[in-house]
Structures are given as C-alpha cells and as structure tokens.
C-alpha cells in the first residue's frame, strides 16, 4: 500500500497527528498559531514539517512548498478549527471572529484537495446559529458542498473509543467522491452501557478507567517530581503508554505543582467525584466553583480534560493538582512524548503552558480509531 499522507491545520501539540501517525499515516505537515505549540508538535514529529503562522494568513501553496508537497500527494486533512466562540462552557457569541475560522479550514481544503477531511469542534457546535439564525453545522455543511465535498458528522465520546475520558466532541468527515461517510464503530463501553445494550457489549471491551490510566506512575507530594518508574505496567492501557520507553528513560512532565499548605488541607477534604464545594468552609476560597478542585474517580473514565485541568483535576489519591504527565495519560499521549514551554502560567499570559496543550488537544485513542477506520474502509 502507498504511504498515506495528512496535513494538520490547528495541530495545537499534535493529538490529532499522533493517532494518525500510530496508524501508518505520514503526517507531512502541523501548523498551528501557538509558539509553544509548534515547538511541542516539532519536538515530538521530527518526520513533519511545523508550520508557525495563522492559517488565516497562510497560502495553501506555502504549506505545500514547505512540506514538499503537491497536490496530488495529499490524501487527509485533519484540524480543530478554535471553537471558543461555539463552545456551551462560555457565553457564546454569534459575532466571534473564530467561529468564523471554519471558513479559513474550508479555503484551504478547496486549494489543496484532499479526497477526505475531518474536522474537530465542541459539541456546541450543534446548537450553535449565525447571526440570521440558521443553524451553523448546514453553513459548514453547505460550505464544503459548493466546494465539492459531502459531508457527515456525529459526536463522539472518547472513553468510547479506549481514552480515559469522557470528553465528547461533534466530528465532521468529508469525501470529495459522492458517497456517505460512516464513523469507526465504539470498542469500548461502561456497566451501565452493557445493561442497555445486552448481547450487543459482547464485544466490547470495559472502559479505560482513571485507575487504570494513572496507578503506575510515581505518587507525588506537592512540589515533588519524579523521573523514573517505580512500578511495572499494570494492564495493557499503561504497556501501550510505555510503548517505546525503556528502563532507562526518564518520565517526561511529571513534577508537581507546590500548593500552599492551605489549598493541600482543602484537598485533603475532598472526597474521589467531589469537588471544592466539600471542603468546609474554613478551607474554601472566597469564590467557590463546582468545576474546579475536582478529584477525578478510580473506577471511572476522567470528567473532560480542557485548557483549565490544572484548576480543574486532583490526583485521585494524592492531595495535589495531576501533573502534565497524568493529564497527557488521560489524552492518551505516549509517555515519551514531551511538552514543551512553561509548565503553568498565569491565566492570560501570552504564553501556552503546558497544561493548556495538553487540554486542547484531540484524545489520541480518539483520533486512532477515525484513521483506522478512515483508512480500512476509504483509503
């Protein structure tokens, strides 16, 4: 078979690109805005080429010379449009210049040509309308139609699909042949799903839980790190995590964060699936959030892993914030693959900490499954 070629438009720190490079694909080309970004894709897929610059400002023809490219030697484009202005977690705004940045996506679809496109976005999408009030997912859809692609789309959760996570995203795959797309079938599923579904689980494998993502790595204390494992692989989710690491590698990422003594005593209070609002009073800030100081639970995929994990994720078992590295088992990110920049930054800093690429990032597991079944059933 011919090698397959991608190109990654809002690669962001590569999500979307691993699970594409896992299965085979040459992922030619990531361009993305984000400095650090760029420099976490560049560090981690020497193969490709790192764009640094605003798809809105850069010609199609660019890319291609770049990459050494033509053309014909495109078979995929896949990105993640920035979607804040659609999301249902802010106040979404009709008038937000990106969700406009779809159009952009499109621009460079209609020059290149791929034969298929995926493209990425947060369910609110869905019920997102534009400022005559139609629906936005038929302006996307009737975008690429004039410019000659048929489209489907679904939203996927990604625990579904191997990832410890529940995170749900809307996916957007396009044909430039008249035929209707289909999406990879779940692999995975929960207790309650099985109930449900009866003999339809049986060949669904359980989900990935945060216990099983996590319970191998070093336990920290607040302020800690660590640089090597302590405890062997404990099922195949943490083998396929270690993957080409070998004895001698250092863990990448894993330092902690060093809380104040009063914000570990408010951890200590907050119970697995609980979140600031448990601690007592005495131990709250003056701002009290449901969504934040939430320690994940064992025995269940993680909540959804966003920019804001560092606020959002305690340890299930130590009283601290996850580190990078747990962050990035929880989007399925190898252990050998590295972030790159400060790890935190103040929230409005010009700079993307590493937890921010972390959370912006396509779930690898997720984003394996679309190429697979992308390139069995299409390629």
């Not at 929960?190 to 319970?215: F, H, N």
């Amino acid at each position: 078979m011919p090698e397959l070629t991608v190109v990654d438009l809002f690669s962001g720190p590569g999500g979307f690109s691993e699970g594409f490079r896992q299965e085979g694909f040459n992922v030619a080309a990531g361009v993305d805005y984000d400095e650090n970004s760029v420099k976490t894709f560049d560090q981690n897929h020497t193969e490709s080429v790192a764009i640094q610059g605003d798809v809105s400002d850069i010609e199609p023809e660019d890319i291609l010379n770049q990459a050494n490219l033509t053309h014909e030697d495109i078979d995929v484009i896949i990105g993640g449009p920035p979607c804040q202005g659609f999301s249902i977690a802010g106040n979404r705004d009709t008038d937000d210049d990106r969700n406009q940045l779809f159009k952009d996506f499109a621009n460079h679809i209609e020059e290149m040509k791929p034969d298929y496109f995926i493209m990425e976005n947060v369910t609110g999408l869905l019920s997102m309308e534009t400022p005559e009030g139609r629906p936005v997912i038929e302006e996307i859809q009737d975008r690429f139609s004039e410019i000659g692609y048929t489209t489907s789309y679904r939203t996927l959760k990604a625990s579904d699909y191997g990832a410890p996570q529940n995170r749900k995203r809307i996916f957007i795959i396009g044909s430039l042949y008249d035929e209707q797309i289909t999406f990879p079938e779940r692999t995975h599923s929960g207790e309650t799903d099985q109930q449900k579904l009866g003999e339809q689980t049986s060949d669904l494998q359980p989900y990935v839980t945060v216990e099983d993502a996590l319970s191998d790595l070093p336990k920290l204390k607040a302020g800690e790190s660590a640089t090597s494992y302590k405890k062997l692989p404990q099922n195949a989710f943490q083998e396929t995590m270690r993957g080409e690491m070998s004895d001698g590698d250092d863990i990448l990422n894993h330092d902690s964060v060093n809380h104040r003594d009063h914000i570990v005593e408010r951890f200590r209070h907050i119970p697995q699936g609980g979140d600031m609002t448990d601690a007592p009073e005495e131990h709250q800030p003056s701002k009290v959030y449901s969504s934040r100081n939430r320690r994940l639970p064992e025995d269940k995929p993680s909540y959804t892993v966003t920019s804001h994990v560092l606020d959002e994720f305690i340890h299930p078992w130590d009283h601290r914030a996850v580190t990078v590295r747990e962050a990035a088992r929880l989007q399925c990110f190898p252990d050998h693959y590295e972030f790159v920049g400060k790890r935190n930054v103040f929230h409005g800093a010009d700079e993307t900490s590493q937890y921010e690429q972390v959370g912006n990032a396509v779930p690898v597991a997720l984003s394996q499954s679309l190429a697979q079944h992308l390139k069995e059933e299409y390629l």
